[in-house]
């Protein structure tokens, strides 16, 4: 079936750092990427919808200058934390659909992020 | 605007004991999906199953069983003969004509089943 590779599993960075999540997607294309954040024992928030070749787009609350979001190909998107404080300690997930709005949605394996 | 609603924070329960996990959504769109994930501990979302709004089968695979009501709004799950591997958190999701493949997930419900 389609994987979704996220990288990495597992960060820990010092406050003021960025750091860089790759979500690629292995045996498709996926045209649209969406990534979530989760805090913990709560459910996922959709952070950003992301579309190969354009800009992403923001929910609401979410810092576009903060959260840089690349989708430069059909196989990857990248999720940079800027700057990054404790607050953004948190899991982050991608999840990647093929060319149609019916494709199936299929997530990566998600990142946890610990800020210093 | 889209909604789920898992009541559910938590359920204990003992193994081989059937549990059912409620989920209701709110949405106005006429063609929306349903979704169940399973998140252990490890953190990654693994699929169970998606339901478009026209089809209100209900599903059984193995041990899990999803009863979809368009009249209630609901799409429960449910587990028959519980096992200490089903321990895990489970989402509810929809996503909606109107939202493309952009998920509204419930807040989860952590099940977890004794020996």
């Known amino acids: 079936g389609a994987v979704v590779s996220q990288h990495p599993s597992r960060v820990i960075c010092k406050s003021g750092t960025s750091v860089k999540i790759e979500c690629r997607s292995l045996d498709f294309q996926a045209t649209t990427m969406f990534w979530y954040r989760q805090f913990p024992k709560q459910s996922l928030m959709l952070m950003a919808t992301?579309?190969?070749?354009?800009?992403?787009?923001?929910e609401q609350g979410v810092e576009k200058d903060k959260f840089l979001i690349n989708h430069a190909s059909l196989t990857l998107s990248t999720l940079t934390v800027t700057s990054a404080h404790p607050e953004d300690s948190s899991f982050y997930i991608c999840?990647?659909?093929?060319?149609?709005?019916?494709?199936?949605?299929?997530f990566g394996n998600g990142t946890r992020l610990t800020v210093t | 605007a889209q909604k789920v609603t898992q009541a559910q924070t938590e359920i204990s329960v003992v193994e081989k004991e059937d549990v059912t996990l409620d989920c209701v959504y709110e949405t106005r769109d006429t063609t929306y999906y349903l979704f169940w994930y399973k998140q252990p501990p490890s953190g990654e979302l693994v699929f169970l199953i998606r339901r478009n709004s026209f089809d209100e089968q209900n599903e059984i695979s193995g041990r899990y069983s999803w009863n979809f009501q368009k009249s209630t709004s609901s799409f429960n799950f449910t587990i028959t003969a519980s096992q200490v591997v089903d321990s895990a958190v489970y989402f509810c999701a929809l996503s909606g004509q109107t939202s493309g493949s952009r998920l509204t997930f419930g807040e989860g419900t952590q099940l977890t089943v004794n020996p």
């Open positions: 992301s579309n190969e070749g354009s800009k992403a787009t923001y």
């Open positions: 999840s990647a659909r093929g060319g149609t709005a019916n494709s199936p949605l299929h």
